[in-house]
């Protein structure tokens, strides 16, 4: 079974520049989460999808950040513009809808802003 | 609201030696918990979890946890530390039911001296 895929590993971008993020969950999982993970913290729920729909975005920074999951598959998620604080490592994970399960989480993608 | 504590941010063991990480939790009934570990550059994996029943757990790699309810804990064991083992360790807590988000501790790092 494949895992949570995610593109790019890398990127490095200067303040004010856009960048976007792509994933893609287990096949099957209905829910999709992104966590930002900032060096020396735990990761933080960013945005959670259930099939195309957003379940839970509190902690979305709306006015830089915004995130997609259009079919209700694959998902995107966009900074607009950078800031340098956003240097983190953006993790995907996926799960199935059920309640008594677990997520699985993707390799991630460490952002750098200069 | 839900939170983990962990307390110990770094951790040292000797090879062979054993080894707990701590970690609490606060939330008004019996949340599922779960450990997961993440190795350099890669994403987070899911050592075990617990949504009922049993309340020691055994996961992968030789880990188990334990459940108790009456110091809000769910500490994670190992008998013998490998060097393999040297990673950073995230508990972590969910409500149960419905499509609540996972919330993760701020992690304890493991380093494994021969």
């Known amino acids: 079974e494949a895992g949570v895929a995610q593109s790019p590993r890398y990127k490095i971008i200067e303040k004010r520049q856009s960048v976007a993020f792509w994933c893609n969950p287990i096949s099957g999982h209905a829910t999709l989460y992104w966590y930002q993970q900032i060096l020396g913290q735990g990761p933080k729920l960013l945005i959670q999808?259930?099939?195309?729909?957003?379940?839970?975005d509190s902690q979305l920074p709306k006015d830089r950040f915004s995130a997609e999951r259009l079919k209700g598959v694959d998902s995107t998620l966009k900074i607009q513009p950078a800031k340098l604080e956003d240097s983190a490592v953006y993790l995907c994970a996926s799960s199935f809808s059920r309640a008594n399960t677990e997520a699985f989480f993707g390799q991630g993608t460490r952002l750098t802003v200069v | 609201a839900q939170s983990v504590t962990q307390p110990d941010i770094h951790i040292t063991v000797s090879e062979g030696a054993s080894l707990e990480l701590r970690c609490n939790y606060s939330y008004g009934a019996t949340p599922y918990l779960f450990w997961y570990v993440q190795s350099p550059g890669q994403g987070l994996q899911l050592l075990l979890k617990y949504f009922s029943g049993d309340t020691l757990v055994q996961g992968i790699k030789g880990f188990e946890a334990e459940f108790k309810r009456s110091q809000s804990s769910f500490n994670l064991r190992k008998p013998s530390v490998h060097w393999s083992d040297a990673a950073e360790y995230f508990c972590?807590?969910?409500?149960?039911?419905?499509?609540?988000?996972?919330?993760f501790g701020t992690g304890t790092k493991l380093q494994v001296i021969p």
């Open positions: 999808f259930q099939n195309n729909g957003v379940v839970d």
């Open positions: 972590a807590v969910r409500n149960p039911g419905g499509y609540q988000k996972v919330t």
